[in-house]
């Protein structure tokens, strides 16, 4: 296990509910820089809701979330975009009147001030909008709006980036073309959270994975070994998730 002082992110025993519903039961786990943190778990076992504690959407009901050293649960999501944290949505919200090239500028002019923003042309480049960057968001298809949405939160210039299901809906090209697009962004020493459903994916990407199930963690280690847990097999295998 790292050092307490290599943790950007710490979540410590976080509940978050629903009424008397516990979408997050105690949840635990820690995020290094330039790490890739997969976390993995059947459909309403807290996934989202974990991200969406993390970026401030949600108040924990209880626990820690610690950034950097900092207590940050319950912070706001502009606040928190300032201090390095930001995200993409399961189901991307751009504005959808608004060219990319505009959805991008909000964001650049947006993002965390000690950093030097990247260049608009190498955003769009990279991440395959050059050709639509002028159209409104609500033309772009949904892998488009994926993509739009991942490059809104690194114009922010994160350290730490959380990413809810982005491969879904993507095909067997374009996910290896992210596969490599995300490694690299770890590489560069940005802390990334992974949701996804696709494990062949999970594998090709993460260090480390949670399991979750019933908003706590099952399992943490790496995906060769969850697979041999019981546990974490009949999770997966109960649940409409088996592949
Ligand atoms: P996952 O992303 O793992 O599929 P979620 O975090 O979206 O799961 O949801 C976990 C549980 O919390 C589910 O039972 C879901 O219905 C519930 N939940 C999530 N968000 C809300 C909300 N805003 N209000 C009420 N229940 C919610
Ligand atoms: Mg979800």
């Given at each position: 296990m790292s050092p307490d002082n290599n943790q950007i992110l710490r979540v410590s025993k976080v509940v978050k509910r629903f009424g008397g519903f516990?979408?997050?039961?105690g949840l635990s786990f820690h995020v290094v820089p330039g790490e890739i943190l997969g976390l993995v778990g059947p459909n309403g076992s807290g996934k989202t809701t974990a991200i969406n504690v993390i970026s401030g959407l949600y108040a924990p009901d209880g626990g820690e979330v610690t950034f950097d050293g900092a207590s940050i649960g319950g912070m706001a999501s502009h606040r928190l975009v300032h201090r390095g944290i930001n995200r993409t949505f399961q189901v991307p919200k751009p504005f959808?009147?608004?060219t990319v090239r505009e959805n991008i500028g909000v964001a650049l002019a947006y993002g965390r001030a000690a950093m030097t923003p990247p260049p608009m042309q190498a955003l769009l480049d990279e991440y395959r909008l050059a050709g639509v960057a002028?159209?409104?968001?609500?033309?772009?298809n949904n892998v488009q709006q994926k993509m739009l949405d991942l490059v809104r939160a690194l114009a922010t210039r994160p350290r730490l980036l959380l990413l809810d299901?982005?491969?879904?809906?993507?095909?067997p090209a374009e996910l290896d073309w992210i596969a490599g697009r995300i490694k690299a962004l770890a590489q560069s020493g940005i802390a990334i959270i992974v949701v996804e459903h696709l494990m062949g994916f999970i594998e090709q990407i993460t260090d480390r994975i949670i399991v979750l199930n019933a908003g706590k963690e099952i399992f943490e280690g790496k995906l060769a070994v969850a697979v041999q847990v019981p546990q974490v097999i009949e999770v997966f295998l109960g649940g409409e998730h088996a592949a």
């Open positions: 516990h979408a997050l039961d959808m009147s608004l002028d159209r409104p968001a609500a033309d772009l299901e982005l491969a879904a809906g993507l095909n």
